[in-house]
């Protein structure tokens, strides 16, 4: 693993950039994953990715979702970007996740490889789950598919399981989790600096939207990056195309 530190003062946002170059897939920690109402982007998107916990599970674990297609991603290079944005009107933090060396057609963000997840920070049990995933020892990423998108119908969901294929565990060194602690307390405090007339999570993802262009990559390359402490090796960075979905 090999990590960076950027920041895009015009879009906002400040990343620290997670690399992994020779990713190992191990056997998964869960078999059929039934997610409650809480996690409804999750269940109801075909190709996303966002943390969770389970009912005897504390983690959170990051779910990456990707019906039919993860024995592709199976091995292959992929990146993760931890992402702080400070909009107008609220912060925002999100995980980027894309495979920079694989391509694959006629998949949501064809032709290029890309898994989101984008969230404001005013309740508390998004907060708490954030603030636990970027302090784990590690970053457990379980890669899985469902039966397709599912519905709520009165209360009753109509969908099926997540099915775990497999796992990939990433150890985040301790000067990583110093620096995502940073950039986290730093979203905080400049959103509670806001007044809560002034907060608005959907004018927020507007701006984030209209700074943010489709036809770019979110992700920060590393020639890119403002900021002095940079460890990352390799700068393996591709346009994306679309990338928008809610967690």
């Not at 389970?54 to 992929?78: H, I, S, V």
């Not at 789950?129 to 709520?152: K, Q």
């Not at 940073?182 to 405090?189: D, F, G, H």
Request: proline fraction near 5%.
């Amino acid at each position: 693993m090999n990590w960076y530190q950027g920041e895009d003062k015009p879009k906002s946002v400040r990343e620290i950039i997670i690399d992994v170059p020779s990713p190992k897939a191990v056997d998964p920690k869960f078999g059929m994953m039934f997610l409650g109402e809480k996690y409804h982007i999750l269940r109801t998107n075909i190709w996303v990715t966002g943390y969770f916990r389970m009912d005897n599970e504390k983690g959170p674990f990051l779910l990456l979702r990707a019906d039919d297609y993860t024995e592709k991603l199976k091995n292959q290079p992929f990146r993760v970007a931890h992402c702080f944005y400070r909009m107008k009107t609220g912060g925002l933090y999100a995980i980027f996740i894309d495979f920079p060396k694989l391509k694959i057609l006629d998949v949501p963000s064809s032709p290029f490889v890309m898994f989101e997840m984008i969230r404001g920070i005013d309740m508390k049990d998004e907060r708490e789950r954030i603030y636990d995933g970027i302090n784990r020892s590690n970053l457990h990423i379980c890669f899985a598919e469902g039966d397709g998108p599912g519905e709520e119908f009165d209360g009753m969901w109509s969908g099926g399981s997540i099915n775990a294929a497999y796992d990939v565990i990433i150890k985040i060194d301790e000067d990583c989790h110093k620096a995502l602690n940073q950039e986290w307390k730093s979203l905080m405090n400049y959103h509670k600096s806001l007044s809560s007339r002034t907060r608005n999570f959907d004018k927020s993802v507007q701006q984030m939207q209209n700074e943010n262009p489709i036809s770019r990559n979110p992700i920060i390359k590393k020639k890119e990056s403002k900021h002095e402490e940079t460890t990352i090796k390799d700068d393996n960075t591709e346009v994306s195309k679309k990338w928008w979905q809610f967690w």
